[in-house]
Each structure stands twice: as structure tokens, then as C-alpha cells.
């Protein structure tokens, strides 16, 4: 079975500041990892992904997500945060090969970034 | 957002009623799925389909029934079956080829059982 852990409910930091989001994951294989963000009452928009390749992921709005295999883990990731990057933020997991139900999310992160 | 449009936005269901809550993508993506959102669980998949007139149960599936006439639509009908249905129903679409592919949401359906 696959997994994805976000140990932090709540993550707080001030604008200008980097910012880390975490994520660790459990995967049979290769795994497919994903990170989404979500506004109050909106749905999910997808920031990034992580198929093969380089390690370092660049998505939307400027985030960027480290891959690092032997820490089974895929942190979201801005140098410097703005107050509207304020928003939930979920990890997601799918095993290379199933069937096309298996993406898995994790429970969460609220980011706030204070002015 | 965009490609996908769920409603009602907002929908109130008394005790013992069925309600349905209605998804449309134009995306012209084969997969969709249903997603139930709860405080601090994040998202877990209620139905999903691959191809029209096919549909498979996920994770939560009890008390709920799906249905998938066209390509284009996966409606979601919460039965009076469903114990606890107060909650924040997502439904997303993506290209099936693939497993890679990003699944593209909806704005949601927020149900409150009165």
C-alpha cells in the first residue's frame, strides 16, 4: 500500500522568508509524486509533479520540490514567500503501474505567511 | 479551476434524502473521479470511471452512487445511506494514458446535512 505523510498541520512563516513544506512518502517502485494547493473553498490546483529526471522540480508561481529517493521524500520549496502563497497545500503519491485510481494524498499543510 | 465545473456550489439535504451533486468537464479527459474532503484528512476517493459507462468503487464508496452516460459527466448522488455526508465533494478529470498524469479539480460542492 502507498502512503504520504505531511507531518506538519501548520507551517508559519514571515514574507520574504524561504519556505519548506514537507513530504515523505511510502511507494512500491518508482513513485509519481505531486503537489497541489488549495484556497479556502476552491478546489485543488496543481503546482508541480515528479515523473523521472532531475531532482529539482520547478512549478507554478515559483515553488520548486526536491526528490531525494533515499529519504523518501519530496519537499515544496520558495525562496522567498509572499502573504498570498497563504493556503493548504497537499502531497500526493502514485505508484508507476495499477490502476489510474491510485494517487494518494497526504492530510495537509496549512502555510501562513505573515506580513 | 478551469475545464471542470461542479453544482451547486453550496447544497443543504435534509435527513433521509438523496441529493445529487452534478460534475462537467470539457477537458475531453476518459478519467473522473470523486473525491470526499473532511478537516484534517485531506482527500479521499469516493467513485472514479475510465471510460463511459464504467465505474469503480474507491476507498469510501459506501452510501454513495455514481453514474457515467456521457464522457463528459460523472454525477455523484449521496444516498440517505451515507451516515455522515456533511463534507466538501471534489471532482477532477485527467488524461487516462499514463499514470503520470496531473488530475485537474473542480471548485467543489459543500453538503450540510440539516
Known amino acids: 500500500a502507498q502512503s504520504v505523510a505531511q507531518p506538519e498541520d501548520q507551517v508559519n512563516v514571515a514574507e520574504g522568508n524561504p519556505l519548506t513544506v514537507k513530504c515523505t512518502y511510502s511507494?512500491?517502485?518508482?513513485?509519481?509524486l505531486f503537489w497541489y494547493v488549495q484556497y479556502p473553498n476552491r478546489g485543488l490546483q496543481f503546482l508541480l509533479k515528479y515523473i523521472t529526471g532531475d531532482n529539482l522540480v520547478k512549478g507554478s508561481y515559483g515553488f520548486e520540490a526536491e526528490f531525494n529517493k533515499s529519504q523518501t521524500s519530496f519537499h515544496l520549496k520558495k525562496p522567498s514567500a509572499l502573504v498570498s502563497d497563504s493556503a493548504l497545500y497537499f502531497c500526493a503519491v502514485r505508484a508507476p503501474s495499477g490502476s489510474a485510481r491510485q494517487l494518494t494524498f497526504g492530510s495537509g499543510t496549512q502555510l501562513t505567511v505573515l506580513p | 479551476d478551469g475545464g471542470i465545473t461542479q453544482s451547486p456550489k453550496y447544497l443543504f439535504r435534509k435527513e433521509g434524502q438523496n441529493v445529487t451533486l452534478s460534475c462537467e468537464q470539457n477537458?475531453?479527459?476518459?478519467?473522473m473521479y470523486w473525491y470526499r474532503q473532511d478537516p484534517g484528512q485531506g482527500l479521499r476517493l469516493i467513485y472514479y470511471?475510465?471510460?463511459?459507462?464504467?465505474?469503480q468503487k474507491g476507498d469510501i464508496a459506501e452510501g454513495y452512487s455514481v453514474s457515467r452516460e456521457k464522457k463528459e459527466s460523472f454525477p455523484l448522488t449521496v444516498t440517505s445511506a451515507q451516515k455522515n455526508p456533511t463534507a466538501f465533494y471534489l471532482c477532477?478529470?485527467?488524461?487516462?494514458?499514463?499514470?503520470?498524469?496531473?488530475?485537474?479539480f473542480g471548485p467543489g460542492t459543500r453538503l450540510t446535512v440539516l
Open positions: 477532477a478529470s485527467s488524461i487516462l494514458s499514463g499514470t503520470y498524469n496531473e488530475q485537474f
Open positions: 477537458l475531453n479527459h476518459d478519467a
Open positions: 511507494v512500491s517502485g518508482n513513485p509519481y
Open positions: 470511471s475510465q471510460i463511459v459507462n464504467d465505474f
